[in-house]
Every structure is written in C-alpha cells, then in structure tokens.
C-alpha cells in the first residue's frame, strides 16, 4: 500500500490553486514597539484626526518632541528636527567621544573634489557660527538649545520634556517653567533653522 504524498498547505489559494502569501506586519524592533507604547505616537491633524507618526523618530530627545507635537506646525517641526539633527551629527563628528568609532573620521577616504579635511573645516565653522548665534540669545536658551538638540537622550531626557510628553498625552498640567525651557530650544531653534 502507497503512503499519502506531502500534506496540503492550509490557507488562502489563487485560481491556479498556488498558495496566497500573506504578507507579515512588521512591527519594528523591541525598541520601537516599546517606545510606540510609551510616548503616544499618534497625533491630530488640523481636522481632529488622528494619524499614526513615525516612531523610528523617537530615538533622541529632539525626535520624542516632534512625535508629540512640541515643535510647532508640521513644515516647521520638520525644519526644526532635521536642522536639529544636522547640528548634532556635526557637533559630536567634530567634538565626540575619542573613541575607536569616532577616529573614523581620520582615516583616508576616496572623494573627488574638496578634501576631507578642507570639508570639516567649513562644517565645523558652520557649526561654530551657529552655536555662537545661539550663545548670544543668553545662557538659558544655550542650555535649553543643549539639552534637547546635542545632548545624548536616547531613551529618557531631559527631565522637563519627559514632563511636557507626559503631561500631554494623560491631559495633567504642565509646569511653567517645563514649557519655559522649550520655549527657549524652540527660539534657538528658529535662529539657526
């Protein structure tokens, strides 16, 4: 007697009898799915709709205040968070850590016209003319400026935007001196973007 031949697969068929394939949701890593849960990634548009923000934004402190809505309207919150961005990743290429990682900027490299070197060299005196226009605004909008753009926040911090987020996503009151200090990041913010 002859033994069966391979079990059909269960599940959804084409007219030529092939299986469907479904695709699979992707829901990020461990990370995002955590902070997705924990900072409210979703928003209102002008019609009281809510839509879902990206939450792969959420790794530093500038991208948690985008997600909630902190950075003004959205042309401008975008401005805000890639000319933030773009200062950051500057100030620590220049200023970082003297780590084996951050000595990658030494090594030789192939490229066409400027030279590496001569190219750091206008990016750091851009970046040196920005951060002296943000000094000049006064030391508490610097510090704001700090701590919510340069400052390595990848999971929590600083502590007044915690408060912010979380007082706007539970509906509690926020603290004025909390909403101070980002009135302060965002008026540097404006400055330089």
């Not at 030279?115 to 920005?130: F, M, Q, T, Y």
């Not at 951060?131 to 400026?145: C, T, Y």
Request: hydrophobic share 35%; glycine share 10%; with cysteine.
């Amino acid at each position: 007697m002859a033994k069966s031949g391979r079990k059909r697969k269960q599940g959804k068929r084409t007219k030529s009898g092939q299986l469907v394939r479904t695709p699979r949701y992707d829901k990020g890593c461990d990370g995002v799915i955590r902070r997705r849960a924990e900072f409210g990634i979703y928003a209102e548009t002008k019609d009281g709709e809510r839509i879902l923000v990206d939450a792969t934004q959420t790794f530093d402190a500038l991208g948690r205040a985008w997600s909630a809505g902190l950075l003004g309207e959205p042309d401008q919150a975008n401005r805000f968070r890639d000319t933030g961005r773009v200062i950051a990743a500057q100030y620590w290429r220049t200023y970082g850590f003297a780590t084996p990682d951050s000595l990658a900027r030494f090594q030789p490299s192939q490229g066409v016209g400027v030279s590496d070197s001569e190219k750091e060299k206008v990016r750091e005196k851009a970046l040196n003319a920005s951060l002296d226009r943000i000094k000049k605004m006064g030391p508490q909008v610097a510090s704001a400026f700090s701590q919510l753009v340069i400052d390595l926040n990848p999971d929590k911090g600083p502590p007044w935007l915690d408060r912010i987020i979380y007082g706007k996503r539970t509906g509690k009151p926020v603290d004025d001196r909390d909403t101070t200090i980002l009135g302060h990041a965002l008026d540097a913010l404006s400055e330089v973007a």
